[in-house]
Structures are given as structure tokens and as C-alpha cells.
């Protein structure tokens, strides 16, 4: 079975464009959940969604980022203007509604130089 | 509130065994448990749903004490390929799983 399937895996970009990371979830599960992960803050929960609906974007750090899930198989987490303090891991999950394990993509190594 | 997780990191030999601990400030509906090896993603480990639940596959095994708002994950003669860092998530009246900074732990033969 397919799992979630994230892309790109890696983005090299400069200072002030703007980066898209693209998230398809596992067939069949309702909530999709984005990640950053740094040394410094560890794992940080960013936005989740659940039925395509953003429930929580408590975590998405500034007005730079912004999240969409046009329908329930693509997703989408856009930094413009990116900055430095950007660069980090970003994961993406999915799992079926409610408590259920949480299922995660690659993740994208994004670096703003 | 960040679930606390101690101890940060620990080394150990083959076949010996270890616990790492995670605590909440909060009242705990659940906890998860994950593991991460280096460059790769978090996999998910278990899930405890019930106060005092105890569940394990072959030699990791975790329990779940409501009452302390505390898990503790059991790691009993361990491998090599038990090596990575161990992320426990309690998930709160809110719906949402919050991570806790992670355990490494690192095996060596």
C-alpha cells in the first residue's frame, strides 16, 4: 500500500521565494497533519486538517506560511517570502479520524540559503 | 503543554534494557509512541488508550498510568536496530498530539 507520499524531498531556494511542499495522505484517512522538525524545537505541529477542514493552525509560526487541502488526497504548505530561520525538516502525516497512530511521509529537507 | 520525556538520551550494549519515560502536566487521554532513526521519518511504534493498558510487541512494550499522567516505554534486550530517538505523543482534550523532545537512544555491539 501506498504511504504518504511527499514532495519534494529536498528544496534549496534563496532568501525570499517562495516555496511550496506538496502532501499526498494514505487513501481513507480523514486528518492530515503538518510538520517541522529543527534541533533546536524538535518535532512542532504546525496545521492540521480534519475532512479537508483546517481545525488547528495554532502552530504555523507567521503569516509567511499558510496551508491548504483543496481535496482529500493533495495538500499543500507554502512559506512567502521564505527566510533562513525556515530551514528544517517539514513532515506530513495523515491517520484516521480521532486518536489513531499517525502515519508519516519522507519529509522535505528544506534549506533557505 | 509539551509532554516531558527523560531520560534525554542513553547509550547502551546489546542485549541490555532500558526505559524512557514521558509525563504530562495534563490529563493524558492517550499516549503514542514513535521511533525515529537519523534521516528518516518518525514510525509509529503503539498507542495507549486506557489508564494502567500495557501493550508490547515482541521485546518493546510500553505502560500508561492515568492516575500519574505518566508512560514509560520498555525496551528488554535490545538490538542494534533498536537505535534512533523515541518521541512520545499525549494527546489532549483538544484533539491534538503534542511531542515530547524525544529520547536518543543508541545501541552499540
Known amino acids: 500500500d501506498a504511504g504518504v507520499i511527499q514532495s519534494p524531498r529536498h528544496e534549496v531556494t534563496e532568501m525570499g521565494q517562495e516555496v511550496t511542499l506538496r502532501c499526498k495522505p494514505i487513501s481513507g484517512h480523514n486528518s492530515l497533519f503538518w510538520y517541522r522538525q529543527t534541533m533546536m524545537r524538535g518535532l512542532e505541529l504546525l496545521i492540521y486538517?480534519?475532512?479537508?477542514?483546517?481545525?488547528?493552525d495554532s502552530g504555523m509560526p507567521e503569516d509567511r506560511f499558510s496551508a491548504k487541502m483543496p481535496n482529500a488526497s493533495f495538500s499543500t504548505l507554502k512559506i512567502q517570502p521564505s527566510e533562513p530561520r525556515d530551514s528544517a525538516v517539514y513532515f506530513c502525516?495523515?491517520?484516521?479520524?480521532?486518536?489513531?497512530?499517525?502515519?508519516f511521509g519522507d519529509g522535505t529537507r528544506l534549506s533557505i540559503l | 503543554q509539551q509532554p516531558v520525556q527523560s531520560p534525554q538520551a542513553v547509550i547502551l550494549r546489546e542485549g541490555e534494557d532500558a526505559v524512557i519515560n514521558c509525563s504530562s502536566s495534563?490529563?493524558?487521554?492517550?499516549v503514542h509512541w514513535y521511533r525515529q532513526k537519523h534521516g528518516e521519518a518518525p514510525v509509529f511504534l503503539m498507542i495507549?488508550?486506557?489508564?494502567?493498558e500495557q501493550k508490547g510487541h515482541e521485546k518493546i512494550s510500553a505502560s500508561f498510568n492515568e492516575k500519574k499522567q505518566q508512560s514509560s516505554l520498555y525496551l528488554t534486550a535490545s538490538q542494534l536496530s533498536y537505535s534512533g530517538t523515541y518521541f512520545c505523543g499525549t494527546y489532549n482534550q483538544g484533539g491534538k498530539l503534542i511531542f515530547g523532545q524525544g529520547t536518543e537512544l543508541s545501541v552499540k555491539p
Open positions: 486538517f480534519n475532512n479537508n477542514v483546517p481545525i488547528d
Open positions: 495507549l488508550l486506557k489508564g494502567g
Open positions: 502525516a495523515s491517520s484516521g479520524v480521532g486518536d489513531q497512530p499517525q502515519h
Open positions: 495534563k490529563a493524558l487521554y492517550s
